[in-house]
């Protein structure tokens, strides 16, 4: 068709591209702009205009009037709205998330003090995710309608519709009560608390890094629980898309022209097919890393886990909004920060959108 | 048996000789195909029996569930009661039972919220683009870039604990990946030549948009919206679970789960049956997507 | 025109290529033979006329699900039908190789088109890396790409159609096969670009002395480019003729083709219309 | 009856500006056919678009047409001139809704345009193309590539047009079909009175179904002839002869004095 050439124009190679592509990324960073704000006015909203009196969720319905009135002016009520909206964006700029009234403490140090352990949780499942998952999902497009594509199939199956909470209790049920193979709820043993200094907040590299290795081996004990019941759904995700892009890259023509070559059909696979794939994967691993930063509220829930998701939770109980609001805007930002990191690192990837 | 021959031999006419005729086996040609897929029937087999035993719920149980029984606190499985009692002597069974309803009445909502939402904005994004599409799709991203549980959460506890804001919660976290989808159909739909014709035609945007682009879109939104199911009902259990979605004594099975939890140890069946209830139902929904993915994958034409 | 001589370096004698589908059995190829020496075959058909699946079954590729069985199949005294995996992959691109039509599917779009031509070179030979190189470019030049050392670092979609079909007659020919099947070759290229891309496969051909089966649509194009034809419908083979005899074509449905052609010249008469007769496909040859 | 002065189309803004109609003029008589021939890019296609109103929402247009004395405006068509022009693609798998049926495909240009007897149409529309009744409630898969492109046809005649835009009308379809609706087209155009601007990138179809044609590259029509001077293979300019060498099919010698036109 005629209208499909502008494309054809500009075919003239990989040369000096450059400010198209500075263009793209300045878009990328503007949209991320209004996402960011989109966010924080969504927070906003919750906080500060849906309740029905913000000054009584703070101050409690047993303060003095005197108390309610210098509350009411504290928070800008009296303002306009746009106007407590900048206000807010600005403490948000600064770091501000206001003060946590279950810890008495700036929320900002609250969520440093959490993060890590969620952090370490999230990260070691979306490893196992990636380690596992991939190789199953490729297999299980080579050999379709064969066994073993259905056993990854009812492993992925199960993997999505469980509920992550329920089957933690069972598997702590099993593996810690009554088989003893693992560390219970918790990121360490009571009496090893304390005792190594939290460099970086992550446990296990904290411990290594201090030669405690005993402590090293006990924090593993606890984590290898969690991680494996959040990791059994990133498994069951990115294994299902593998799976589905690795057979749409099969069925292409320059498959058979690998063929044609002559190619052994292991590298046909890994070395035609999945290159593709893994250009796809990258956008899947990011929205996995991503949604186990936030699907780990219920698994530190189960498993006592002192993350980011228990302080959300624990706050939510405590009418803490403050907390509740900077815990889901430091994720939010987490969310939005993974997305754009798998964006350009997709563009720098593949060939087609550089 | 004659009757089924000539019904037969209808459905699969060489030459249909009306419009619902030619309908007609349209959709019978499809549920031949999916009638194929042991799986998908499997997953329309649980969903089936979800809508029966909610349906006849007053009929299958001997209480509304609701009922306390001290005296029979916490016991095991049996003949008395099938799935055993929990800690107030409630039978476990009648519970999962009414629990059924919630988790139909929950899917059924969020489906009626978030599926002609996302059908609009998508396709109108799509097909319209332009400046249109621009800010439509911002829109959505932004609602597509918010952690879902943790905005469920934020909403609720500003709202309020409850069913009705658990499902507001959800629809709101929900819809955006529908526009998506329908605005990638429409996207492709739109430079097809058969709208072109239909702008020779002079048929107006309205009537493109509602005849020609969404019975496209509809397919695999539709797909979408069965694999979609399970995560709507693990996400509403998740907030039962943590005490924000439907709130005691109603027989939600995530917060069934929830009170369920102390006794986990030595009444293991407590919290284990809802479990096992929710994981039935959300793999039942995921088999029927996959199985009409396969029927409407648009490469087996059709 | 060259004739086969006496050693083919093909046999294909009764290959039948048969689907098994939800519908029924499919036959797309029918007992079809020919013989292939160092000469220029055209396959000429319509769609669903199985000249494609000719193609594919030689070198061994039909689509999962499909059947293929000959009385023989022979590349130079290997039997293709029997060859273990190993055999067959040294055959392919080494022995027989393909282009096929669209440059836009058949070319990897994440490798660059140098490490592509690269890899066909490396598969069959223990050469290094400098040399496959250095053999690449020399190849890009071949088919005349004027920038080759740009285009060797060059993804597929950043070039035009007519060069990506260079570039996989470049990948497809350096192993130096024996055979070359070109399956709708430049269907997708304009009339122009189209054959200055046959031109550049027509100086290969006869400079190294290969076989080609080239297959297309377009009588036009195979009777002026090929030596010899096969015209093929529904899974069979019509009527083989010399590219300069097919003007005395005997076959109905040869004839009906050649006839249904508008051409520059012709008026503004209606065309004679193809009539299809069943018995083609159950009579052999040429009926009387 | 079709009247196009220096029609401009632009697609894209900035650095990816496209120029995909440079200053094209043309005319048409009332029951001609008139052939526009190129190669890919030739903006063969958009032309047409642009003369349909198709362009709208992509591409700047400017330049002035006129379409049996009425002046279009822009990109958008009064309802008379939906009716009175009609257009046929090339796809015949992408040109039919594929989940409408025949009948639903025929009457809807029936329906907007508020006509009277709709399924007398419908079923003569169809008899009008070779086809017969029982085509009438089946879905395109079901039916062949040459059937399908008969029923695009039949859709184009609902309405009584006076011309009929064809874009590449047989050339995706196998030479046997395409030389039916060939024939279907030229007895149609007979016996309608219609006129034809028919888009082709094959020399020899325009040559068999035109009055006279323009060659066009790059955006611009680089020459305007009769069918006779086609015929007798004797061009004005050398971009057209060498298309037309192009077109008589492979000649070695030939290819090596091939120029880069652009």
New interface residues.
């Given amino acids: 068709?005629?209208?499909s050439?502008?494309g054809?124009?500009?075919?003239?190679?990989?040369g000096l591209a450059l400010?198209?592509n500075l263009l793209k990324i300045v878009g990328v960073f503007a949209?991320l702009a209004?996402?960011f704000i989109?966010?924080t006015a969504?927070?906003f909203i919750?906080?500060r205009v849906?309740?029905a009196d913000p000054v009584l969720a703070i101050v409690g319905d047993r303060a003095s009037q005197e108390v309610y009135d210098q509350v009411f002016l504290q928070l800008g009520l009296d303002k306009p709205i746009y106007i407590q909206y900048f206000k807010y964006l600005g403490q948000l700029a600064e770091g501000d998330l206001g003060t946590s009234i279950m810890t008495a403490q700036p929320v900002a140090d609250d969520i440093l003090r959490f993060f890590p352990a969620t952090l370490e949780l999230a990260t070691v499942a979306t490893l196992l995710g990636i380690f596992v998952g991939i190789p199953m999902g490729v297999v299980a497009a080579v050999h379709k309608g064969r066994w073993p594509d259905h056993i990854v199939?009812v492993i992925g199956?199960?993997g999505?519709?469980?509920?992550?909470?329920?089957?933690g209790?069972?598997a702590?049920?099993v593996f810690y009560?009554r088989l003893d193979w693992v560390a219970g709820p918790g990121r360490l043993d009571v009496y090893y608390d304390g005792i190594v200094e939290p460099k970086t907040g992550v446990l296990m590299i904290d411990a290594a890094m201090s030669g405690e290795w005993e402590i090293f081996r006990n924090a593993f004990s606890h984590l290898v629980l969690p991680a494996s019941i959040l990791g059994t759904f990133a498994l069951a995700y990115i294994a299902r898309m593998t799976r589905s892009f690795m057979l749409d890259q099969l069925s292409?023509?320059?498959i058979?022209?690998?063929?044609?070559?002559?190619?052994?059909?292991r590298n046909v696979i890994w070395?035609?097919a999945f290159?593709?794939v893994l250009?796809q994967l990258i956008t899947i691993i990011g929205l996995t890393y991503?949604?186990l930063?936030?699907?780990s509220?219920?698994t530190e829930?189960v498993f006592s886990w002192p993350g980011i998701?228990q302080y959300?939770?624990n706050s939510?109980?405590n009418n803490d909004?403050n907390a509740?609001?900077g815990?889901?805007i430091v994720?939010?930002i987490c969310?939005?920060g993974i997305?754009l990191l798998s964006d350009l690192l997709y563009r720098l990837?593949?060939?087609?959108v550089r | 048996m004659l009757a089924e021959i000539t019904l037969r031999n209808w459905l699969l006419a060489e030459i249909p000789q009306s419009k619902s005729q030619a309908r007609c086996q349209r959709v019978y040609i499809s549920w031949l195909a999916f009638r194929r897929n042991p799986v998908a029937v499997i997953g329309l087999l649980i969903i089936a029996s979800l809508v029966a035993v909610a349906a006849l719920a007053p009929w299958i149980t001997a209480s509304d569930g609701l009922e306390l029984h001290l005296s029979e606190r916490l016991q095991a499985p049996g003949s008395e009661h099938w799935f055993g009692t929990d800690e107030l002597g409630r039978d476990i069974f009648d519970r999962i039972i009414w629990g059924s309803r919630i988790t139909l009445y929950i899917v059924a909502l969020v489906s009626i919220i978030v599926v002609p939402i996302g059908l609009l904005v998508g396709t109108v994004a799509g097909y319209i683009g332009g400046w249109v599409d621009t800010v439509l799709m911002r829109l959505t991203d932004i609602f597509l870039a918010f952690p879902r549980l943790i905005l469920a959460m934020a909403l609720v506890a500003a709202l309020g604990p409850g069913l009705e804001n658990a499902v507001l919660a959800i629809a709101l976290t929900t819809w955006s990946p529908f526009a998506r989808i329908a605005r990638a159909e429409a996207l492709t739909i739109r430079n097809s030549e058969f709208i072109l014709a239909a702008q020779v035609q002079g048929v107006s945007t309205a009537g493109i948009l509602l005849r020609h682009v969404t019975p496209l879109c509809l397919s695999s939104v539709i797909v979408r919206l069965t694999l979609d199911m399970a995560g709507i009902i693990l996400t509403a259990a998740g907030l039962g679970f943590l005490g924000l979605g439907a709130q005691p004594p109603t027989p939600e099975w995530g917060a069934m789960i929830s009170l369920g939890r102390q006794y986990l140890i030595d009444q293991w069946w407590v919290p284990t049956v809802p479990g096992i209830a929710i994981l039935v139902v959300s793999l039942g929904f995921n088999l029927l997507g996959d199985g009409l993915r396969d029927v409407f994958d648009p490469k087996s034409g059709g | 025109m060259t004739r086969a001589p006496e050693a083919p370096l093909l046999s294909v004698e009764d290959l039948h290529v048969t689907y098994d589908t939800p519908t029924g059995l499919v036959r797309a190829v029918r007992g079809v033979s020919f013989e292939l020496g160092r000469e220029k075959l055209g396959i000429v058909g319509e769609s669903g006329s199985g000249k494609s699946q000719t193609g594919r079954a030689i070198l061994g590729l039909t689509a999962p699900g499909g059947q293929v069985s000959a009385r023989r199949l022979d590349f130079e005294g290997t039997d293709l039908l029997t060859a273990n995996h190993r055999t067959m992959r040294r055959i392919r691109g080494a022995g027989i190789s393909m282009i096929m039509q669209d440059p836009k599917y058949s070319l990897n779009p994440v490798m660059t088109v140098g490490a592509q031509i690269e890899e066909a070179f490396r598969i069959h030979s223990k050469a290094s890396k400098q040399e496959a190189r250095l053999r690449t470019l020399e190849m890009l030049r071949t088919v005349k790409i004027r920038e080759p050392e740009r285009v060797y670092k060059a993804y597929p979609h950043e070039v035009s159609g007519g060069m990506g079909q260079r570039i996989m007659i470049a990948m497809m020919m350096i192993p130096e096969p024996d055979i070359i099947i070109a399956d709708e070759p430049t269907s997708a290229l304009d009339v122009t670009v189209q054959l200055q891309v046959l031109a550049v496969l027509d100086d290969m051909i006869s400079e190294r002395g290969m076989g080609l089966i080239f297959i297309s649509h377009d009588l036009n194009l195979i009777a002026s480019f090929c030596d010899r034809i096969l015209i093929m419908y529904g899974g069979k083979v019509m009527e083989e003729c010399t590219a300069a005899d097919l003007g005395q074509a005997k076959h109905p449905y040869t004839r009906g083709l050649l006839n249904c052609l508008p051409s520059l010249e012709g008026g503004h008469d209606e065309l004679p219309v193809l009539q299809r007769d069943p018995s083609w496909l159950t009579s052999p040859g040429v009926p009387e | 009856m079709i009247d196009i002065q220096s029609l401009d189309v632009v697609f894209g803004h900035g650095r990816k500006v496209f120029h995909a109609v440079r200053d094209v003029s043309l005319h048409v008589e009332q029951g001609q056919s008139y052939g526009l021939v190129g190669e890919s890019g030739s903006g063969k296609t958009t032309v047409l678009r642009a003369l349909a109103g198709l362009l709208g929402r992509v591409a700047r247009v400017s330049g002035e047409m006129q379409v049996a004395q009425e002046l279009l405006q822009g990109q958008s068509r009064s309802q008379q001139f939906r009716r009175r022009v009609q257009m046929v693609f090339q796809d015949p798998f992408g040109s039919l809704h594929p989940r409408h049926t025949v009948d639903t495909i025929l009457s809807e240009p029936a329906r907007v345009h508020r006509l009277d007897r709709i399924e007398q149409r419908v079923v003569h529309a169809l008899e009008e193309v070779g086809l017969d009744a029982s085509f009438r409630f089946r879905y395109p898969h079901q039916i062949s590539g040459g059937q399908r492109q008969r029923v695009s046809i039949a859709r184009a005649l609902i309405t009584d047009p006076e011309i009929i835009l064809l874009d590449e009308p047989t050339s995706a379809l196998d030479v046997s079909v395409q030389a039916e609706v060939l024939n279907l087209l030229m007895r149609l155009k007979r016996e309608h009175g219609l006129t034809y601007i028919l888009v082709s990138h094959n020399l020899a179809v325009i040559a068999h179904m035109c009055e006279s044609l323009s060659v066009m590259q790059n955006g611009a029509v680089v020459e305007t002839m009769s069918v006779q001077q086609l015929r007798d293979h004797s061009p004005a300019m050398p971009y057209t002869s060498q298309l037309m060498i192009a077109s008589l099919g492979y000649d070695r010698a030939a290819i090596d004095a091939f120029e880069e036109f652009g």
Avoid: C
């Fill in positions: 068709m005629d209208q050439t502008p054809d124009q500009q075919s003239a190679g990989p400010p198209s949209s209004l996402t989109g966010l969504i927070t919750i906080g849906m309740p199939r199956l199960i999505y519709s469980a509920p992550i909470f329920w089957l209790m069972v702590l049920l009560a292409q023509e320059y058979l022209t690998a063929r044609v070559k002559g190619m052994p059909e070395g035609h290159r593709n250009v991503a949604s930063l936030e699907g509220v219920l829930t998701g959300i939770t939510l109980f909004m509740v609001l815990g889901t994720v939010g969310f939005v997305n990837v593949d060939p087609r």
